[in-house]
Protein backbone atom coordinates (compact mmCIF):
# COMPACT_ATOMS: atom_id res chain seq x y z
CA UNK A 1 0.00 0.00 0.00
CA UNK A 2 2.32 2.21 0.94
CA UNK A 3 4.96 1.75 -2.19
CA UNK A 4 1.22 2.06 -4.40
CA UNK A 5 1.14 5.57 -2.74
CA UNK A 6 4.63 6.70 -3.29
CA UNK A 7 4.43 5.57 -6.89
CA UNK A 8 1.17 7.29 -7.26
CA UNK A 9 2.61 10.58 -5.53
CA UNK A 10 5.46 9.97 -8.07
CA UNK A 11 3.86 9.81 -11.15
CA UNK A 12 1.93 12.97 -9.98
CA UNK A 13 4.38 14.90 -9.10
CA UNK A 14 6.96 14.47 -11.42
CA UNK A 15 5.25 16.01 -14.27
CA UNK A 16 4.36 19.24 -12.34
CA UNK A 17 8.41 19.21 -11.05
CA UNK A 18 8.98 18.99 -14.61
CA UNK A 19 6.93 22.13 -15.81
CA UNK A 20 8.70 24.20 -12.74
CA UNK A 21 12.03 23.10 -14.33
CA UNK A 22 11.23 24.06 -17.44
CA UNK A 23 9.17 27.55 -18.01
CA UNK A 24 7.14 27.59 -20.97
CA UNK A 25 8.46 29.87 -23.50
CA UNK A 26 5.27 32.29 -22.88
CA UNK A 27 6.80 32.62 -19.67
CA UNK A 28 10.61 32.95 -20.49
CA UNK A 29 9.27 35.73 -23.24
CA UNK A 30 7.18 37.72 -20.16
CA UNK A 31 10.05 37.42 -18.06
CA UNK A 32 13.06 38.68 -20.45
CA UNK A 33 10.47 41.94 -21.78
CA UNK A 34 9.37 43.12 -17.61
CA UNK A 35 13.50 42.78 -17.48
CA UNK A 36 14.40 44.75 -20.37
CA UNK A 37 11.52 47.33 -19.77
CA UNK A 38 12.06 48.37 -16.33
CA UNK A 39 15.37 47.53 -15.72
CA UNK A 40 17.07 50.88 -13.90
CA UNK A 41 20.17 51.12 -15.47
CA UNK A 42 21.47 50.13 -18.79
CA UNK A 43 24.21 47.31 -17.21
CA UNK A 44 21.16 45.91 -15.86
CA UNK A 45 19.10 46.48 -19.07
CA UNK A 46 22.66 44.83 -20.79
CA UNK A 47 22.07 41.85 -18.79
CA UNK A 48 18.36 41.20 -19.48
CA UNK A 49 19.71 41.55 -23.41
CA UNK A 50 22.81 39.13 -22.62
CA UNK A 51 19.54 36.58 -20.91
CA UNK A 52 17.28 37.29 -24.36
CA UNK A 53 20.80 36.47 -27.04
CA UNK A 54 21.49 33.08 -24.66
CA UNK A 55 17.42 32.08 -24.39
CA UNK A 56 17.86 33.04 -28.54
CA UNK A 57 20.69 30.46 -28.54
CA UNK A 58 23.23 33.58 -29.92
CA UNK A 59 26.46 33.88 -29.10
CA UNK A 60 28.07 36.37 -27.75
CA UNK A 61 31.92 37.66 -28.08
CA UNK A 62 33.79 40.04 -27.22
CA UNK A 63 35.90 42.42 -29.78
CA UNK A 64 39.38 40.42 -29.08
CA UNK A 65 37.00 37.54 -30.06
CA UNK A 66 36.94 36.26 -26.11
CA UNK A 67 33.95 34.15 -25.83
CA UNK A 68 31.21 35.92 -22.97
CA UNK A 69 28.52 33.17 -24.06
CA UNK A 70 29.05 30.33 -26.80
CA UNK A 71 25.49 29.85 -29.27
CA UNK A 72 24.71 28.17 -32.33
CA UNK A 73 27.37 30.09 -34.77
CA UNK A 74 28.88 27.65 -36.92
CA UNK A 75 32.35 29.52 -37.23
CA UNK A 76 33.91 32.97 -37.04
CA UNK A 77 32.10 34.24 -40.16
CA UNK A 78 28.42 33.05 -38.59
CA UNK A 79 26.13 35.13 -36.85
CA UNK A 80 26.97 36.27 -32.96
CA UNK A 81 26.89 39.43 -31.25
CA UNK A 82 29.68 41.34 -29.33
CA UNK A 83 29.30 42.73 -26.64
CA UNK A 84 29.18 46.18 -27.04
CA UNK A 85 26.72 45.67 -29.39
CA UNK A 86 24.79 44.85 -26.33
CA UNK A 87 25.32 47.60 -24.82
CA UNK A 88 24.50 49.74 -27.79
CA UNK A 89 20.85 48.26 -27.78
CA UNK A 90 20.76 48.39 -23.85
CA UNK A 91 21.53 52.45 -24.55
CA UNK A 92 19.42 52.58 -26.94
CA UNK A 93 16.20 51.16 -25.35
CA UNK A 94 16.64 52.96 -22.20
CA UNK A 95 17.74 56.37 -23.48
CA UNK A 96 14.38 56.24 -25.73
CA UNK A 97 15.75 56.29 -29.11
CA UNK A 98 12.39 56.76 -30.85
CA UNK A 99 10.21 54.07 -31.76
CA UNK A 100 10.30 53.00 -35.06
CA UNK A 101 7.42 52.64 -37.90
CA UNK A 102 6.83 49.60 -39.57
CA UNK A 103 7.58 51.08 -42.86
CA UNK A 104 11.02 51.71 -41.44
CA UNK A 105 11.64 48.49 -39.65
CA UNK A 106 10.54 47.05 -43.29
CA UNK A 107 13.09 49.09 -44.86
CA UNK A 108 15.58 47.54 -42.98
CA UNK A 109 14.42 43.86 -43.75
CA UNK A 110 14.39 45.53 -47.65
CA UNK A 111 18.12 46.41 -47.16
CA UNK A 112 19.26 42.25 -46.07
CA UNK A 113 17.13 41.31 -49.23
CA UNK A 114 14.09 40.09 -47.30
CA UNK A 115 11.47 41.12 -49.92
CA UNK A 116 9.49 39.51 -52.43
CA UNK A 117 10.54 39.01 -55.39
CA UNK A 118 9.55 41.39 -57.30
CA UNK A 119 8.63 44.46 -54.75
CA UNK A 120 9.63 45.51 -51.80
CA UNK A 121 8.57 44.73 -48.21
CA UNK A 122 6.33 47.22 -47.05
CA UNK A 123 4.98 48.15 -43.64
CA UNK A 124 1.87 46.77 -44.32
CA UNK A 125 3.48 43.20 -45.13
CA UNK A 126 5.44 43.30 -41.91
CA UNK A 127 2.08 44.21 -39.42
CA UNK A 128 0.36 41.19 -41.10
CA UNK A 129 3.16 39.07 -41.19
CA UNK A 130 3.88 39.75 -37.15
CA UNK A 131 0.25 39.28 -36.02
CA UNK A 132 0.79 35.94 -37.97
CA UNK A 133 3.30 35.14 -36.18
CA UNK A 134 2.42 35.69 -32.66
CA UNK A 135 -0.56 33.99 -33.28
CA UNK A 136 1.43 31.07 -34.28
CA UNK A 137 3.79 31.19 -31.51
CA UNK A 138 0.47 30.53 -29.31
CA UNK A 139 -0.54 27.52 -30.96
CA UNK A 140 2.63 25.98 -29.87
CA UNK A 141 3.78 27.90 -26.87
CA UNK A 142 6.28 25.33 -25.67
CA UNK A 143 8.75 25.68 -28.55
CA UNK A 144 11.51 27.49 -27.58
CA UNK A 145 11.40 29.33 -31.81
CA UNK A 146 7.89 30.92 -30.70
CA UNK A 147 10.59 33.18 -28.43
CA UNK A 148 10.83 36.05 -30.67
CA UNK A 149 7.63 36.39 -31.41
CA UNK A 150 6.02 36.17 -27.93
CA UNK A 151 8.67 38.67 -26.94
CA UNK A 152 7.92 40.99 -29.09
CA UNK A 153 4.15 40.89 -28.36
CA UNK A 154 5.34 41.13 -24.55
CA UNK A 155 7.36 44.56 -25.03
CA UNK A 156 4.29 45.64 -27.36
CA UNK A 157 2.04 45.40 -24.28
CA UNK A 158 4.28 47.19 -22.03
CA UNK A 159 3.51 50.08 -24.35
CA UNK A 160 -0.02 49.22 -24.72
CA UNK A 161 -0.72 47.39 -27.79
CA UNK A 162 -1.31 43.71 -28.47
CA UNK A 163 -0.23 42.00 -31.64
CA UNK A 164 -2.82 39.26 -30.84
CA UNK A 165 -6.15 41.82 -30.81
CA UNK A 166 -4.71 44.75 -33.19
CA UNK A 167 -6.18 45.04 -36.65
CA UNK A 168 -3.47 45.53 -38.74
CA UNK A 169 -5.20 47.51 -41.14
CA UNK A 170 -6.06 50.37 -38.67
CA UNK A 171 -4.08 49.96 -35.79
CA UNK A 172 -1.42 51.82 -34.99
CA UNK A 173 1.83 50.89 -33.91
CA UNK A 174 5.44 51.17 -33.30
CA UNK A 175 8.26 48.99 -32.26
CA UNK A 176 10.89 49.93 -29.66
CA UNK A 177 14.45 48.95 -30.66
CA UNK A 178 15.11 45.62 -29.24
CA UNK A 179 11.45 45.10 -30.53
CA UNK A 180 12.96 46.04 -33.90
CA UNK A 181 16.17 43.94 -33.88
CA UNK A 182 13.70 40.97 -32.83
CA UNK A 183 12.13 41.65 -35.60
CA UNK A 184 15.12 41.03 -38.05
CA UNK A 185 16.32 37.92 -36.22
CA UNK A 186 12.77 36.33 -36.46
CA UNK A 187 12.96 37.31 -39.92
CA UNK A 188 16.54 36.09 -40.80
CA UNK A 189 17.86 33.91 -38.47
CA UNK A 190 15.80 30.53 -40.08
CA UNK A 191 17.45 31.93 -43.60
CA UNK A 192 20.52 32.45 -42.44
CA UNK A 193 20.35 28.76 -40.65
CA UNK A 194 19.35 27.46 -44.08
CA UNK A 195 22.03 28.95 -46.07
CA UNK A 196 24.75 26.32 -44.90
CA UNK A 197 23.49 22.91 -47.21
CA UNK A 198 24.67 19.81 -45.95
CA UNK A 199 27.89 18.54 -46.98
CA UNK A 200 29.13 21.77 -48.43
CA UNK A 201 31.55 23.32 -46.64
CA UNK A 202 30.00 26.77 -44.38
CA UNK A 203 33.49 28.54 -46.16
CA UNK A 204 31.82 28.31 -48.89
CA UNK A 205 28.95 30.47 -47.67
CA UNK A 206 30.52 32.43 -45.02
CA UNK A 207 33.80 33.28 -46.92
CA UNK A 208 33.72 37.29 -46.05
CA UNK A 209 36.99 38.08 -45.89
CA UNK A 210 37.26 40.17 -42.52
CA UNK A 211 38.76 43.87 -42.95
CA UNK A 212 41.99 42.83 -41.26
CA UNK A 213 44.23 40.78 -43.12
CA UNK A 214 45.33 39.12 -40.33
CA UNK A 215 45.10 35.27 -39.84
CA UNK A 216 44.44 35.13 -36.52
CA UNK A 217 40.97 37.26 -36.62
CA UNK A 218 38.62 34.46 -35.31
CA UNK A 219 40.27 34.01 -31.63
CA UNK A 220 37.64 32.01 -29.76
CA UNK A 221 34.52 32.80 -31.72
CA UNK A 222 32.63 29.55 -33.10
CA UNK A 223 35.14 26.71 -31.71
CA UNK A 224 32.40 26.24 -28.71
CA UNK A 225 29.20 26.15 -30.19
CA UNK A 226 26.42 24.20 -28.68
CA UNK A 227 25.91 22.87 -31.91
CA UNK A 228 22.08 23.92 -31.60
CA UNK A 229 20.35 26.21 -34.09
CA UNK A 230 19.09 29.73 -33.01
CA UNK A 231 15.68 29.66 -31.89
CA UNK A 232 13.52 32.33 -34.30
CA UNK A 233 11.88 32.08 -37.30
CA UNK A 234 7.93 32.52 -36.44
CA UNK A 235 8.01 35.53 -38.57
CA UNK A 236 10.00 34.19 -41.55
CA UNK A 237 7.21 31.49 -41.78
CA UNK A 238 4.93 33.99 -42.00
CA UNK A 239 7.16 36.19 -44.41
CA UNK A 240 7.66 33.78 -46.79
CA UNK A 241 4.30 32.23 -47.53
CA UNK A 242 1.62 33.74 -49.34
CA UNK A 243 0.60 36.49 -50.52
CA UNK A 244 3.87 37.81 -49.55
CA UNK A 245 6.16 35.16 -50.45
CA UNK A 246 9.85 36.52 -49.41
CA UNK A 247 12.39 34.80 -51.58
CA UNK A 248 13.99 33.15 -49.02
CA UNK A 249 15.76 30.86 -51.42
CA UNK A 250 17.31 34.01 -52.96
CA UNK A 251 18.23 35.21 -49.80
CA UNK A 252 19.90 32.28 -48.48
CA UNK A 253 22.52 32.73 -51.39
CA UNK A 254 23.21 35.75 -50.42
CA UNK A 255 24.39 35.06 -46.10
CA UNK A 256 26.35 38.15 -45.76
CA UNK A 257 24.03 40.70 -46.59
CA UNK A 258 22.07 39.39 -43.46
CA UNK A 259 25.04 39.19 -41.38
CA UNK A 260 25.85 42.60 -42.08
CA UNK A 261 22.42 44.08 -41.59
CA UNK A 262 21.80 42.46 -38.64
CA UNK A 263 25.33 44.34 -37.25
CA UNK A 264 24.33 47.41 -39.03
CA UNK A 265 21.03 47.51 -37.02
CA UNK A 266 22.72 46.68 -33.71
CA UNK A 267 25.31 49.24 -34.93
CA UNK A 268 23.58 52.18 -35.58
CA UNK A 269 22.06 51.84 -32.11
CA UNK A 270 24.83 53.78 -30.88
CA UNK A 271 23.86 56.88 -32.82
CA UNK A 272 21.82 59.87 -31.44
CA UNK A 273 20.29 62.15 -33.69
CA UNK A 274 19.01 65.24 -31.88
CA UNK A 275 16.91 67.82 -34.01
CA UNK A 276 18.21 71.43 -33.68
CA UNK A 277 15.34 72.81 -35.63
CA UNK A 278 11.50 72.79 -34.34
CA UNK A 279 8.74 71.72 -37.08
CA UNK A 280 8.73 73.63 -40.25
CA UNK A 281 6.35 75.08 -42.22
CA UNK A 282 3.76 75.70 -43.84
CA UNK A 283 5.75 77.72 -46.38
CA UNK A 284 3.25 78.17 -49.67
CA UNK A 285 4.63 78.27 -53.17
CA UNK A 286 6.14 81.53 -54.78
CA UNK A 287 3.38 83.61 -56.50
CA UNK A 288 6.53 85.23 -58.37
CA UNK A 289 8.12 87.30 -55.26
CA UNK A 290 9.95 86.31 -52.30
CA UNK A 291 9.08 82.63 -50.84
CA UNK A 292 8.99 82.08 -47.10
CA UNK A 293 12.24 79.05 -46.92
CA UNK A 294 12.43 76.18 -43.89
CA UNK A 295 15.66 75.45 -42.36
CA UNK A 296 16.64 71.63 -41.05
CA UNK A 297 19.48 70.91 -38.57
CA UNK A 298 20.20 67.85 -36.63
CA UNK A 299 23.12 66.97 -34.97
CA UNK A 300 24.64 63.33 -34.75
CA UNK A 301 26.49 61.51 -31.54
CA UNK A 302 28.12 58.35 -31.47
CA UNK A 303 26.76 57.50 -27.39
CA UNK A 304 28.32 54.06 -26.91
CA UNK A 305 31.54 52.60 -28.36
CA UNK A 306 33.47 49.19 -27.56
CA UNK A 307 35.01 48.95 -24.31
CA UNK A 308 38.70 49.33 -26.54
CA UNK A 309 39.09 52.66 -28.66
CA UNK A 310 41.17 50.25 -31.61
CA UNK A 311 39.72 48.66 -34.36
CA UNK A 312 37.55 45.47 -33.63
CA UNK A 313 39.79 42.55 -33.28
CA UNK A 314 37.75 39.45 -33.93
CA UNK A 315 35.10 38.35 -35.85
CA UNK A 316 33.04 39.43 -38.52
CA UNK A 317 33.84 43.10 -37.83
CA UNK A 318 37.39 42.60 -37.70
CA UNK A 319 39.40 45.91 -38.23
CA UNK A 320 36.21 48.11 -38.11
CA UNK A 321 37.16 51.11 -36.01
CA UNK A 322 34.09 52.82 -34.39
CA UNK A 323 33.70 56.62 -33.82
CA UNK A 324 34.89 57.79 -30.70
CA UNK A 325 31.76 58.75 -28.55
CA UNK A 326 30.97 62.47 -29.36
CA UNK A 327 29.74 64.14 -32.66
CA UNK A 328 29.94 61.67 -35.56
CA UNK A 329 30.28 62.58 -39.04
CA UNK A 330 28.48 61.48 -42.29
CA UNK A 331 25.38 60.41 -41.46
CA UNK A 332 22.86 61.37 -44.16
CA UNK A 333 19.67 64.10 -43.66
CA UNK A 334 17.06 64.04 -45.84
CA UNK B 1 12.95 68.23 -53.61
CA UNK B 2 9.56 67.47 -55.35
CA UNK B 3 8.60 71.29 -53.83
CA UNK B 4 11.96 73.05 -54.12
CA UNK B 5 15.42 73.08 -53.36
CA UNK B 6 17.73 72.87 -51.13
CA UNK B 7 20.46 75.22 -50.37
CA UNK B 8 23.20 74.79 -48.05
CA UNK B 9 26.73 74.69 -47.21
CA UNK B 10 28.25 72.09 -49.25
CA UNK B 11 30.24 70.70 -46.30
CA UNK B 12 27.44 69.81 -44.41
CA UNK B 13 24.79 69.39 -46.75
CA UNK B 14 22.38 66.32 -46.11
CA UNK B 15 25.24 64.83 -44.11
CA UNK B 16 26.84 65.64 -40.93
CA UNK B 17 30.07 66.82 -40.64
CA UNK B 18 33.15 67.01 -37.74
CA UNK B 19 30.41 68.93 -35.36
CA UNK B 20 28.26 66.01 -36.28
CA UNK B 21 25.75 68.72 -37.47
CA UNK B 22 23.90 69.20 -40.86
CA UNK B 23 21.98 71.91 -41.62
CA UNK B 24 19.71 72.47 -44.83
CA UNK B 25 17.38 75.45 -46.22
CA UNK B 26 14.67 74.29 -48.16
CA UNK B 27 13.16 77.37 -50.84
CA UNK B 28 9.69 75.97 -52.33
CA UNK B 29 8.82 76.06 -55.91
CA UNK B 30 7.45 78.90 -57.55
CA UNK B 31 3.67 78.65 -59.10
CA UNK B 32 3.15 78.22 -62.38
CA UNK B 33 0.16 80.08 -62.55
CA UNK B 34 0.36 82.07 -59.03
CA UNK B 35 -3.16 81.66 -57.31
CA UNK B 36 -4.76 79.57 -60.21
CA UNK B 37 -6.24 76.47 -58.98
CA UNK B 38 -7.08 74.26 -55.32
CA UNK B 39 -5.29 75.12 -52.36
CA UNK B 40 -3.51 71.91 -51.90
CA UNK B 41 -0.49 70.60 -49.75
CA UNK B 42 2.35 68.14 -48.98
CA UNK B 43 4.17 67.15 -45.66
CA UNK B 44 6.26 64.59 -45.09
CA UNK B 45 9.73 64.38 -41.94
CA UNK B 46 13.17 65.51 -42.56
CA UNK B 47 15.19 63.38 -40.87
CA UNK B 48 18.50 60.94 -40.18
CA UNK B 49 19.33 58.02 -42.20
CA UNK B 50 22.07 55.34 -41.17
CA UNK B 51 24.92 55.10 -44.55
CA UNK B 52 24.84 51.51 -45.26
CA UNK B 53 28.90 50.95 -45.18
CA UNK B 54 28.49 47.31 -45.00
CA UNK B 55 31.20 44.85 -46.86
CA UNK B 56 27.71 42.62 -48.14
CA UNK B 57 26.56 46.15 -49.90
CA UNK B 58 29.64 46.35 -51.78
CA UNK B 59 29.89 42.57 -52.58
CA UNK B 60 26.57 43.20 -53.66
CA UNK B 61 26.93 46.03 -55.58
CA UNK B 62 23.24 47.21 -54.45
CA UNK B 63 22.42 50.88 -52.82
CA UNK B 64 20.59 49.92 -49.49
CA UNK B 65 17.52 51.57 -48.91
CA UNK B 66 17.97 54.32 -46.08
CA UNK B 67 16.93 53.18 -42.48
CA UNK B 68 15.91 56.63 -40.54
CA UNK B 69 17.84 56.48 -37.07
CA UNK B 70 15.72 59.27 -35.80
CA UNK B 71 15.48 63.12 -35.31
CA UNK B 72 12.05 63.77 -37.62
CA UNK B 73 11.55 67.24 -38.28
CA UNK B 74 7.90 67.72 -39.63
CA UNK B 75 7.72 70.17 -42.75
CA UNK B 76 4.43 71.09 -44.50
CA UNK B 77 4.40 72.88 -48.20
CA UNK B 78 1.28 74.34 -49.20
CA UNK B 79 0.64 75.40 -53.09
CA UNK B 80 -2.54 76.09 -55.56
CA UNK B 81 -3.10 72.79 -57.08
CA UNK B 82 -4.37 73.30 -61.06
CA UNK B 83 -6.11 69.92 -59.83
CA UNK B 84 -3.39 67.48 -62.65
CA UNK B 85 -4.93 66.99 -65.85
CA UNK B 86 -8.45 66.20 -66.92
CA UNK B 87 -8.80 64.11 -69.16
CA UNK B 88 -12.31 62.69 -71.01
CA UNK B 89 -15.00 64.24 -72.98
CA UNK B 90 -17.27 67.34 -73.49
CA UNK B 91 -20.05 66.69 -75.56
CA UNK B 92 -21.79 69.82 -76.56
CA UNK B 93 -25.82 69.47 -77.61
CA UNK B 94 -26.82 72.86 -79.32
CA UNK B 95 -30.10 73.65 -80.76
CA UNK B 96 -30.72 76.86 -81.85
CA UNK B 97 -29.71 78.95 -85.19
CA UNK B 98 -25.95 78.54 -84.66
CA UNK B 99 -25.67 77.22 -87.83
CA UNK B 100 -26.62 79.01 -90.84
CA UNK B 101 -27.62 78.01 -93.36
CA UNK B 102 -29.01 74.85 -91.89
CA UNK B 103 -30.57 76.76 -89.61
CA UNK B 104 -32.69 74.89 -86.67
CA UNK B 105 -30.33 72.27 -86.27
CA UNK B 106 -29.70 70.26 -83.33
CA UNK B 107 -26.49 68.35 -83.33
CA UNK B 108 -23.33 67.50 -81.08
CA UNK B 109 -19.55 68.16 -81.17
CA UNK B 110 -17.70 65.81 -79.17
CA UNK B 111 -14.61 67.02 -77.61
CA UNK B 112 -11.86 64.60 -76.93
CA UNK B 113 -9.64 66.46 -74.10
CA UNK B 114 -6.12 66.17 -73.20
CA UNK B 115 -3.93 67.84 -70.88
CA UNK B 116 -1.54 69.52 -73.15
CA UNK B 117 -2.39 68.79 -76.71
CA UNK B 118 -5.57 69.15 -78.06
CA UNK B 119 -8.38 67.55 -78.61
CA UNK B 120 -9.92 66.17 -81.66
CA UNK B 121 -13.48 67.13 -82.43
CA UNK B 122 -14.47 63.49 -83.81
CA UNK B 123 -17.46 64.35 -85.39
CA UNK B 124 -19.52 67.20 -86.01
CA UNK B 125 -23.24 66.48 -86.62
CA UNK B 126 -25.58 68.80 -87.62
CA UNK B 127 -29.22 67.77 -88.49
CA UNK B 128 -32.58 69.34 -88.31
CA UNK B 129 -34.94 67.76 -86.61
CA UNK B 130 -38.20 68.52 -88.32
CA UNK B 131 -37.35 65.98 -90.73
CA UNK B 132 -37.94 65.96 -94.75
CA UNK B 133 -37.82 63.87 -97.88
CA UNK B 134 -34.95 65.96 -98.48
CA UNK B 135 -31.68 64.84 -97.27
CA UNK B 136 -28.28 65.94 -98.10
CA UNK B 137 -25.14 63.88 -96.91
CA UNK B 138 -22.90 66.73 -94.88
CA UNK B 139 -18.95 66.15 -94.44
CA UNK B 140 -17.27 67.49 -92.13
CA UNK B 141 -13.95 67.82 -92.29
CA UNK B 142 -12.22 68.68 -89.14
CA UNK B 143 -8.26 70.10 -88.69
CA UNK B 144 -7.11 66.53 -87.84
CA UNK B 145 -6.48 64.01 -90.60
CA UNK B 146 -9.22 61.28 -90.24
CA UNK B 147 -11.78 63.25 -87.77
CA UNK B 148 -14.31 63.72 -90.13
CA UNK B 149 -17.43 62.00 -89.89
CA UNK B 150 -20.50 61.33 -91.62
CA UNK B 151 -24.15 63.02 -90.95
CA UNK B 152 -28.12 63.49 -91.97
CA UNK B 153 -28.74 66.94 -92.66
CA UNK B 154 -32.49 67.17 -93.73
CA UNK B 155 -32.25 71.25 -94.47
CA UNK B 156 -36.26 71.25 -94.95
CA UNK B 157 -37.14 74.12 -92.12
CA UNK B 158 -35.98 77.49 -91.05
CA UNK B 159 -37.74 80.20 -88.20
CA UNK B 160 -39.69 79.05 -85.40
CA UNK B 161 -41.54 77.32 -85.66
CA UNK B 162 -40.29 75.56 -88.65
CA UNK B 163 -41.46 76.64 -92.04
CA UNK B 164 -41.48 74.19 -94.34
CA UNK B 165 -39.11 74.42 -97.27
CA UNK B 166 -38.74 71.47 -98.72
CA UNK B 167 -36.98 73.19 -101.70
CA UNK B 168 -34.08 74.45 -100.30
CA UNK B 169 -31.82 71.94 -101.82
CA UNK B 170 -32.61 70.42 -105.53
CA UNK B 171 -29.71 69.06 -107.63
CA UNK B 172 -26.83 67.36 -106.02
CA UNK B 173 -27.29 67.43 -102.72
CA UNK B 174 -24.00 66.82 -101.73
CA UNK B 175 -22.19 69.16 -99.38
CA UNK B 176 -18.79 69.66 -97.55
CA UNK B 177 -18.26 71.71 -94.93
CA UNK B 178 -15.11 72.20 -94.33
CA UNK B 179 -12.88 74.20 -90.96
CA UNK B 180 -11.36 73.55 -88.27
CA UNK B 181 -14.05 72.68 -85.93
CA UNK B 182 -14.47 73.69 -82.14
CA UNK B 183 -12.02 72.24 -79.91
CA UNK B 184 -10.10 73.31 -76.77
CA UNK B 185 -7.26 75.40 -76.44
CA UNK B 186 -6.35 75.06 -73.16
CA UNK B 187 -6.14 72.39 -70.46
CA UNK B 188 -9.59 71.58 -68.38
CA UNK B 189 -8.54 72.56 -64.91
CA UNK B 190 -11.04 73.09 -62.35
CA UNK B 191 -10.76 76.26 -59.30
CA UNK B 192 -13.27 77.20 -56.64
CA UNK B 193 -15.29 79.67 -56.78
CA UNK B 194 -15.61 81.80 -53.38
CA UNK B 195 -18.78 83.45 -53.62
CA UNK B 196 -20.64 80.46 -54.97
CA UNK B 197 -18.75 78.03 -53.65
CA UNK B 198 -18.99 75.71 -56.72
CA UNK B 199 -15.83 74.39 -58.71
CA UNK B 200 -15.60 75.77 -61.78
CA UNK B 201 -14.81 73.18 -64.56
CA UNK B 202 -12.88 75.59 -66.12
CA UNK B 203 -11.48 75.54 -70.39
CA UNK B 204 -11.21 77.50 -73.42
CA UNK B 205 -12.24 76.56 -77.29
CA UNK B 206 -11.15 78.01 -80.20
CA UNK B 207 -13.48 79.90 -82.83
CA UNK B 208 -14.69 77.40 -85.52
CA UNK B 209 -15.24 78.14 -88.82
CA UNK B 210 -17.57 76.47 -91.93
CA UNK B 211 -17.53 76.57 -95.25
CA UNK B 212 -19.63 74.62 -96.97
CA UNK B 213 -20.62 74.16 -100.72
CA UNK B 214 -23.56 72.88 -102.38
CA UNK B 215 -21.52 70.93 -105.64
CA UNK B 216 -24.58 72.09 -107.68
CA UNK B 217 -27.51 74.43 -106.71
CA UNK B 218 -28.27 75.72 -103.63
CA UNK B 219 -31.67 77.07 -103.36
CA UNK B 220 -33.61 78.31 -100.52
CA UNK B 221 -37.01 79.83 -100.43
CA UNK B 222 -38.93 80.68 -97.40
CA UNK B 223 -38.10 82.80 -94.45
CA UNK B 224 -34.72 82.01 -93.60
CA UNK B 225 -32.09 84.78 -94.31
CA UNK B 226 -29.25 82.51 -95.82
CA UNK B 227 -29.91 81.69 -99.40
CA UNK B 228 -32.76 82.24 -102.49
CA UNK B 229 -30.98 81.01 -105.03
CA UNK B 230 -27.28 80.19 -107.00
CA UNK B 231 -25.34 77.72 -107.80
CA UNK B 232 -22.68 76.57 -105.73
CA UNK B 233 -22.98 78.90 -103.40
CA UNK B 234 -20.28 79.39 -100.39
CA UNK B 235 -21.94 79.37 -96.81
CA UNK B 236 -19.04 81.45 -95.38
CA UNK B 237 -20.19 83.92 -93.87
CA UNK B 238 -19.94 85.57 -90.04
CA UNK B 239 -23.05 83.73 -89.42
CA UNK B 240 -21.07 80.19 -90.23
CA UNK B 241 -18.34 80.77 -87.15
CA UNK B 242 -17.74 80.15 -83.73
CA UNK B 243 -15.78 82.85 -81.69
CA UNK B 244 -13.44 81.28 -78.93
CA UNK B 245 -14.99 80.91 -75.70
CA UNK B 246 -14.16 80.12 -72.47
CA UNK B 247 -16.13 77.83 -70.67
CA UNK B 248 -16.67 78.05 -66.49
CA UNK B 249 -18.85 75.52 -65.81
CA UNK B 250 -20.32 74.93 -62.11
CA UNK B 251 -19.76 71.93 -60.19
CA UNK B 252 -20.37 70.16 -57.13
CA UNK B 253 -16.74 68.52 -56.11
CA UNK B 254 -15.37 66.84 -53.17
CA UNK B 255 -11.78 68.26 -53.88
CA UNK B 256 -10.84 64.45 -53.96
CA UNK B 257 -12.67 62.33 -56.59
CA UNK B 258 -10.71 61.47 -59.45
CA UNK B 259 -13.31 61.26 -61.65
CA UNK B 260 -16.60 63.89 -62.65
CA UNK B 261 -19.33 62.99 -64.57
CA UNK B 262 -22.56 64.84 -64.79
CA UNK B 263 -24.55 67.24 -67.19
CA UNK B 264 -24.98 71.15 -67.33
CA UNK B 265 -27.53 73.10 -68.40
CA UNK B 266 -27.25 76.60 -68.92
CA UNK B 267 -30.71 77.46 -68.52
CA UNK B 268 -30.86 75.44 -65.44
CA UNK B 269 -27.53 77.02 -63.97
CA UNK B 270 -26.77 76.28 -60.10
CA UNK B 271 -25.11 79.88 -59.40
CA UNK B 272 -27.36 81.51 -62.00
CA UNK B 273 -25.01 83.00 -63.57
CA UNK B 274 -25.18 81.35 -66.85
CA UNK B 275 -21.30 81.17 -67.20
CA UNK B 276 -21.74 80.09 -70.54
CA UNK B 277 -21.86 82.60 -73.19
CA UNK B 278 -25.01 82.57 -75.52
CA UNK B 279 -26.06 85.91 -76.77
CA UNK B 280 -23.38 85.76 -79.85
CA UNK B 281 -25.20 82.25 -80.86
CA UNK B 282 -29.08 83.59 -80.65
CA UNK B 283 -29.67 84.45 -84.34
CA UNK B 284 -32.81 84.18 -86.65
CA UNK B 285 -34.63 84.41 -83.57
CA UNK B 286 -34.20 81.16 -82.39
CA UNK B 287 -32.75 80.95 -79.17
CA UNK B 288 -30.03 78.56 -78.74
CA UNK B 289 -29.69 75.98 -76.20
CA UNK B 290 -26.74 74.35 -74.91
CA UNK B 291 -26.26 71.58 -73.16
CA UNK B 292 -22.96 70.03 -72.17
CA UNK B 293 -22.42 66.35 -70.39
CA UNK B 294 -18.57 65.87 -69.66
CA UNK B 295 -16.85 62.76 -68.11
CA UNK B 296 -13.51 63.82 -66.89
CA UNK B 297 -11.01 61.66 -65.23
CA UNK B 298 -8.07 63.37 -63.29
CA UNK B 299 -4.40 62.45 -64.22
CA UNK B 300 -1.36 62.91 -62.08
CA UNK B 301 -0.16 66.37 -62.02
CA UNK B 302 2.30 66.63 -64.61
Known amino acids: MKLLVCSLISFCLVPFALQAQTPSTGSVALDLATRITQAPDDPTRGQALSAMAQALNIGIYTSAGQTVAAGGERGCMDFYLYDFEVKMLAWAEGAGRSPAAPSDVAKALNAMGVHPANRLLTGGDLITALAGAVRAAYQNPVDPAALPAMLIRELGRFQGYDLTTIDPATDTVTFDPVQQ????LDATLPVLAQAAKPGIPLAVYFSGTPASTSASVCGAIGTQSNGRRWQAGRLAAQLTQPPISVDATAISTIPGAIIDGLHNEAISNSVRVTSLSPDQGPVHYGHGGPVDTMRFAVVAETMVQPDSTGPVQAGWLAGVQYPAIGPLAGVGVD | MQHGNIACDPATCQITGQDGVAALTFIPK???????????????TVGAFAIAASRAAVRLGTASERVSIGAAINWQVTFHNPAGAWTGTITFEEAGSQVLPW????????????????AVITSVDYADNTGSAMEAEVTATGSVAGSGSFSKLTPTSCGNPPVTATDILTGSTQISVQGNN?????????????QSGYYLLYFSTNGMQLTGKSSSQLYH??????????ASQSSSNSEDSFDAEVFQIPIQWDGQTDR?????????????ETPVPLSQRNVDGVPTRVKIHYKLQRTKQQ
Open chain 2, 103 to 118: QNAIGSETHTITHREV
Open chain 2, 260 to 272: LEGDYDPDNDPTG
Open chain 1, 181 to 184: YLIA
Open chain 2, 221 to 230: KGACNAYTDG
Open chain 2, 182 to 194: RKPNSPVTLFRNP
Open chain 2, 30 to 44: QEANPGFGVMDGDSG
